[in-house]
């Protein structure tokens, strides 16, 4: 299994990025998704997860509003909009696959991609 991240980068504060993850070497439809970031200094913590139809997603108090994720099963990939940023949004953002129900459990998700770093300036 293997999950790719990219799309980060450097954004001033009130910008947007749009986050993608391509998975290949499971039946991604059948795979709920997350997202995940881990910020300098910080324990990893959950930022958002989407069921495998994209019908239901769950997102952090902190990013609810602001960040959107979706998904496209017929190209393998989850996405992450993310928009209104702050510099509190600076981190490696990781997605993640999980074959099961809703959890926002890092531990509950076994494959994960390689992150990819999102820098907020204010």
């Known amino acids: 299994v293997q999950l790719q991240a990219s799309g980060g980068g450097l954004v001033q504060a009130g910008g947007s990025l749009r986050l993608s993850c391509a998975a290949s070497?499971?039946?991604?439809?059948?795979?709920?998704m997350g997202w995940f970031r881990r910020a300098p200094g910080k324990e990893r913590e959950f930022v958002a997860t989407i069921d495998w139809s994209g019908s239901r997603t769950y997102y952090a108090d902190s990013v609810n509003g602001r960040f959107t994720i979706s998904r496209d099963n017929a190209k393998n990939t989850v996405y992450l909009q993310m928009s209104s940023l702050k510099p509190e949004d600076t981190a490696v953002y990781y997605c993640?696959?999980?074959?099961?129900?809703?959890?926002?459990?890092?531990?509950?998700?076994?494959?994960w991609g390689q992150g990819t770093q999102v820098t907020v300036s204010s």
């Open positions: 070497g499971l039946t991604f439809g059948s795979y709920r």
């Open positions: 993640a696959s999980h074959y099961g129900g809703t959890s926002y459990s890092a531990d509950s998700y076994r494959n």
